[in-house]
């Protein structure tokens, strides 16, 4: 033993005391900078005296509960089915329109509607409003549904509307019949009962909606913006009320679709001279296409979370999550290239995290033993909210980085501008009481469509477009969506119906009540 310690000893004992400090120094400053701040969303405005605008109650009696079921079966049993961009089944959509006629006669005959045909299946409601100075808005749905096989594994045949256990089965149950009958639904008992709107609405349906809506919702906007008509908001499909599908979430979510993802449909293409198959050059147009739509598939794009509209809705979720969830997902700011990594393995979750490439078609070849002149692939790509179509566009250049593959754009657009959720946004706020008026546990949120929907052609009518309607979703549902066993159960079907029938009457409100925001650290 020394006695005493060394000089060195004594400066390295200093230097762990030091760097023990600093450790703890960031530590304090990261604890204290990503403090735990969560939006308490359900509260705010929702607690506000508002102006009382659904007093008339829809008291639906048994006989009417069996009648609306029986209209949506019907709606569901007529296959309006659009195939591809030239093959529609207009029959169907001709026989779907007297539909509507038999099964709403007060919105056909009342001098409050005016209805019109827009491109032969489309349909125009013009509902008019006393006070002329309030803002008129407009809901949407689409009559179209998408092909359905029964032999691809349904439970029932798809269009057949057959109840299993409380959930009536069939093509367009959710995508998106039970908004155009339930619109429709709530419209006809609401006059029924003697309602005059205060405030005037439209409701457009569009039969084409799955083959990109250019006849229906694009001339709809046409001949509304000759009309010089200008929307308050407006409400299509998009999102919906998930239940048990966000991992960690405590409860139900209402997610509000406040924008959509961009689109680009891509052509990719390979011509080589044709020839006999004994004699091959080394690669093939086929060989040159796959390794491009290879390369493609193996550098994703970039990782975006965070810097879209999908920060404010995991930042409107936070307080219904448990520590240490609630942490991570409100200081995105820290923890989004964690987060990105851990989403980007589920499909589902990638689609929030990047502009997703998917490669969907795939043509080449003739005979066994002729060299392919021509090989042609299609790639679809959802554009994440922080990126632009022409961006996108370079990044598919640049990773394919061969001359040989022509790139085409087929048809493109940007992500959608993002639609107001503030304390002041009227159609948000509207919504969102309404959803908790009648579901008062589920938390809202505003969030982001990774579909897109008849609502893009809108924008010059409003700025204020939101994507959702309360059909539920648990595990497994989302995948029925132009899946197999699409599906809906008739207790969530009536909901629908007096969700609409409440909205509509909470519309008549003048204003919203004065905003104070509600925060609260943890
Ligand atoms: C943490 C997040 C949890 C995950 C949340 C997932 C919720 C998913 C809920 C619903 C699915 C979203 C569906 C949106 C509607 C899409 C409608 C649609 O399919 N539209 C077509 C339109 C289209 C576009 C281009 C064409 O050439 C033809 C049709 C689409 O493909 O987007
Ligand atoms: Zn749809
Ligand atoms: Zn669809």
């Known amino acids: 033993m020394t006695g005493h310690s060394s000089l ?221 008509v200008k929307l308050q908001f407006l409400v299509d499909e998009g999102l919906a009320v998930l239940d048990g599908i966000i991992s960690g979430l405590d409860g139900p979510a209402a ?32 060989g040159i296409l796959a390794a491009a739509v290879t390369r493609l598939e193996n550098y994703p794009m970039p990782r975006l979370f965070g810097s879209g509209p999908e920060k404010s809705m995991f930042e409107h979720l936070a307080h219904k999550f448990g520590l240490p969830l609630r942490f991570i997902v409100s200081n995105l700011w820290l923890f989004s290239p964690l987060i990105s990594r851990v989403m980007e393995r589920k499909p589902e979750l990638n689609a929030f995290v990047r502009t997703t490439t998917a490669v969907t078609m795939f043509n080449a070849g003739v005979k066994v033993n002729v060299l392919p002149s021509h090989a042609e692939a299609f790639v679809n790509l959802r554009i994440h909210s922080a990126q632009t179509l022409q961006e996108v566009l370079d990044l598919i250049d640049s990773t394919i980085a061969d001359d040989r593959v022509k790139v085409e754009l087929i048809n493109g657009f940007d992500p959608l501008p993002i639609s107001s959720f503030s304390e002041q946004s009227f159609g948000f706020q509207v919504i969102k009481k309404t959803v908790l008026d009648m579901f008062p546990k589920v938390t809202v949120a505003p969030g982001i469509c990774v579909g897109n929907t008849d609502s893009r052609h809108y924008t010059s009518l409003t700025k204020d477009i939101y994507r959702f309607a309360p059909t539920w979703f648990k595990p497994g549902d989302i995948q029925r969506f132009h899946g197999i066993n699409e599906r809906i159960s008739s207790k969530n079907y009536e909901e629908l119906v007096l969700f609409y029938f409440r909205l509509i009457q909470n519309c008549d409100i003048k204003r919203l009540p004065p905003s104070h925001t509600s925060q609260h650290d943890l």
């Open 8 to 228: 060195p000893g004594i400066i390295r004992f200093l230097k762990l005391v030091a760097l023990g400090l600093f450790l703890t120094l960031i530590v304090l400053f990261l604890v204290a900078t990503a403090r735990t701040f969560t939006l308490e969303v359900n509260a705010g405005l929702q607690l506000a005296h508002w102006e009382k605008a659904a007093v008339i109650s829809a008291d639906l009696t048994s006989e009417q509960r069996d009648d609306l079921l029986t209209h949506f079966k019907e709606a569901i049993r007529i296959p309006t089915v659009s195939f591809s961009a030239s093959h529609q089944n207009t029959s169907a959509l001709q026989e779907f329109n007297h539909l509507l006629k038999r099964v709403f006669p007060t919105i056909f005959s009342s001098s409050l509607v005016k209805h019109e045909l827009v491109g032969n299946y489309s349909h125009l409601f013009t509902v008019s409003g006393t006070d002329p100075k309030l803002v008129p808005y407009m809901l949407l749905a689409h009559t179209d549904v998408v092909p359905a096989n029964e032999t691809d594994g349904w439970e029932v045949p798809p269009f057949s509307a057959e109840e299993l256990n409380g959930f009536i089965y069939g093509r367009g149950t959710i995508d998106n019949k039970q908004s155009v009958m339930a619109i429709l639904q709530a419209l006809e008992y609401l006059l029924e009962r003697g309602y005059v709107p205060r405030r005037g609405f439209y409701i457009g349906l569009g039969h084409d909606e799955e083959i990109n809506g250019y006849a229906g919702a694009v001339n709809t906007v046409k001949l509304l913006k000759d009309r010089g």
């Open 255 to 286: 997610l509000i679709g406040v924008s959509e993802k961009g689109h680009a449909t891509v052509k990719l293409s390979v011509s080589m001279k044709p020839g006999h198959s004994s004699m091959p050059a080394r690669q093939s147009s086929i």
